[in-house]
């Protein structure tokens, strides 16, 4: 059983200073910048929703991934159970589970540079979203915090919410209408 442990920090809208400071602590582009559309799906009674479970289809460029999430542990950090599968053939996946009873339940897109340090245990990714700019760090608990600091955050600086928590919540502050998190170039839907 694999867990994932992860933190997400607000950016400003210029990302030039925090590149700066990837560089200048060592890390360096591991994987180049890519759109991902991120589809998660759910019954129509939204039970894994209810129970805190994610079922994620992920394209970015030409990979495609199946993740399952379990429900988060209570903490400063993020800490869930976390299953991923490479498919190889993507164009029935979607119809697979809406035969076996799940439905596209919220779409997110975003636009992610990862980032690495050679024999580093962690990883950092920085992510364009249509609701602002984050810095996800993923790796233990200790490695989180001291990256964190090193880049110049505190621990108050922390978020562990979903990216779809972030979006309701953005729209709540804005008088939007919740629908998907997608860029304006595309239909809201």
């Not at 608990?141 to 990256?147: C, L, M, V, Y």
Request: aromatic residues 10%; glycine residues 6%.
């Amino acid at each position: 059983m694999k867990f994932e442990i992860e933190i997400k920090l607000s950016l400003p809208a210029k990302l030039a200073k925090i590149r700066r400071a990837l560089r200048d602590t060592g890390f360096r582009i591991h994987k180049r910048r890519v759109r991902e559309i991120n589809v998660l799906f759910d019954t129509p009674e939204k039970s894994l929703r209810s129970q805190g479970k994610l079922l994620r289809v992920r394209h970015a460029g030409d990979t495609q991934v199946l993740t399952y999430k379990g429900p988060s542990t209570p903490g400063r950090h993020k800490k869930r159970e976390e299953l991923e599968v490479e498919i190889s053939t993507p164009h029935g996946l979607e119809d697979i589970l809406h035969y076996i009873g799940f439905e596209p339940a919220f779409r997110y897109d975003k636009i992610r540079t990862e980032y690495a340090k050679p024999h580093s245990s962690g990883k950092i990714m920085l992510d364009e979203t249509p609701i602002g700019n984050f810095l996800e760090i993923e790796g233990s608990a200790k490695w989180i915090d001291d990256t964190a600091k090193r880049l110049g955050f505190a621990t108050t600086d922390y978020i562990t919410a979903s990216y779809g928590a972030l979006y309701f919540t953005y729209c709540n502050e804005h008088g939007i209408e919740p629908k998907n998190m997608v860029f304006k170039t595309e239909t809201n839907t």
